[in-house]
Structure formats: C-alpha cells, structure tokens
Nanobody, 122 residues
Framework: QLQLDESGGGSVQAGGSLRLSCAAS????????MAWFRQTPGREREGVAA???????SYADSVKGRFTIYKDIAKNNLVLQMNNLNPEDTAMYYC????????????????WGQGTQVTVST
C-alpha cells in the first residue's frame, strides 16, 4: 500500500475555488490509477474524479465542468482543482490509488489517504 497525504482543504464561500493535492512517498504516481472520493456523515463515500494510468479521466456528473483532476508529474502529486463550489460539495475528500482500470469503482482502490475537509458556505 502507498502512503498518501492530502492537503488543500478548507472553508470557502459558494462560488469559490479550492485546490486539493495528494502526495505519495517513495513511489511514482504515474504508475497508478488515482482518484478523489468524498464522504459526508451518514452517507456512502462517492467517487468524484479518477485518472487512470493511460490518462483517461472520469468525473461524477455532479462535478463535471467544475472540477479538474490531473497528475502533476514534476511534483509527483495528484491534484483536484475545484471551481464554482457549492454547499453540496461540503465533505471529507480522500485521495486513493489503485492498480489498473479503476475509474470511480471504490473497490478497485487499495491505498487511501486520511482525508482533507472541504466546507462550502452560502
């Protein structure tokens, strides 16, 4: 398993932006499919965005056009750029890594970070 460390969460007003980063130690993220999931209390964790080894990207319908996922190869980080945030985006966001063909299928991810909180107010 990889050690993944998220950062960049915080509080923002509706319409604002945040950038989440996920760093991995001792491995190159380019060799893994990576994703962001989120969870709010009392609800199941949901996939937000995923990028596979070949670069194919998947987004949840609720974030299409507002969120962008990419791998910053130079910094060995996974990034989630979140724009036009709304209160429904409030959640704990988790970075995840998997082996292959992961997309937004939670069961395919074997390494998880501790999460970073995003809070969007009206």
């Amino acid at each position: 398993q990889l050690q993944l460390d998220e950062s960049g969460g915080g509080s923002v007003q509706a319409g604002g932006s945040l950038r989440l980063s996920c760093a991995a130690s001792a491995v190159t993220l380019g060799g893994y499919c990576m994703a962001w999931f989120r969870q709010t209390p009392g609800r199941e964790r949901e996939g937000v965005a995923a990028i596979d080894i070949g670069g194919a990207i998947s987004y949840a319908d609720s974030v299409k056009g507002r969120f962008t996922i990419y791998k910053d190869i130079a910094k060995n980080n996974l990034v989630l750029q979140m724009n036009n945030l709304n209160p429904e985006d409030t959640a704990m966001y988790y970075c995840a890594a998997g082996a292959i063909l992961c997309y937004l299928d939670e069961s395919r991810y074997t390494s998880w970070g501790q999460g970073t909180q995003v809070t969007v107010s009206t």
